[in-house]
């Protein structure tokens, strides 16, 4: 399975499969930062919508930050790896601390990224929701879940790479999936791209700054 050159060409491709929404005023593309936000840039580029960030925190195993035992959403959405933090016997107070850790980047991020920008109201709009690829899953749950209280008509999750068993598992959580490659033996996002350079902070508002002209693109 071929790699990506980076997550602008995998933004490309994923717009071309989404053009059913170009020009649409009921439509919204919301990145979850900060890797999934170029790859959404191309996408609202070319589809002529909004584009805003949806923020979500992946709360790491004390010790091992990169496996994800949940993570949590704006909003005060919380999702659970119960399995995980069941089988390494997580307490509930190194539970607790790390919430309060993520929450405080949360808003960090949230105040650094969308400044003093109203954040867009989403009911009864189609959400095209959009990261650099689904690994354990955990954010993009937190982000369905979150997202879902706005009473959208419609959740499409739009990312270029899935596991193949994630895919299958997270699909009913959703109302389409467009996610073109599904690999077996998926190993890391960043395995299926030949420039996984990590995305800075500053890159997010410069990318969120340039998007607000698309909609006056029609």
Not at 6 to 28: F, Q, S
Not at 52 to 68: N, Y
Request: proline share 5%.
């Amino acid at each position: 399975m071929e790699k990506y050159r980076n997550r602008i060409e995998a933004g490309e491709i994923l717009a071309a499969e989404l053009m059913e929404y170009a020009d649409r005023d009921d439509v919204v593309v919301l990145a979850l930062p900060r890797g999934g936000v170029p790859v959404a840039f191309e996408i609202a580029k070319a589809l002529h919508v909004p584009l805003d960030v949806f923020i979500v925190r992946k709360l790491g195993v004390p010790g091992h930050s990169e496996l994800a035992m949940g993570a949590i959403a704006m909003g005060d959405t919380c999702v659970f790896n119960e399995d995980i933090i069941s089988e390494l016997g997580i307490p509930k107070d190194a539970i607790d601390q790390i919430i309060e850790e993520e929450k405080k980047e949360l808003k960090r991020r949230e105040v650094s990224y969308r400044g003093d920008h109203a954040f867009p109201s989403l009911k009864n709009k189609t959400i095209i929701l959009v990261d650099d690829g689904i690994a354990t899953g955990a954010t993009m749950r937190a982000a369905i879940k979150a997202l879902r209280k706005s009473q959208p008509a419609a959740i499409i999750v739009a990312v270029p790479v899935a596991d193949k068993f994630m895919c299958e598992h997270m699909l009913p959580l959703m109302d389409r999936l467009v996610c073109p490659r599904r690999p077996l033996h998926f190993y890391a996002v960043g395995a299926w791209y030949e420039d996984f350079s990590q995305t800075e902070d500053e890159e997010v508002r410069d990318l969120l700054t340039r998007s607000r002209s698309f909609t006056h693109i029609h």
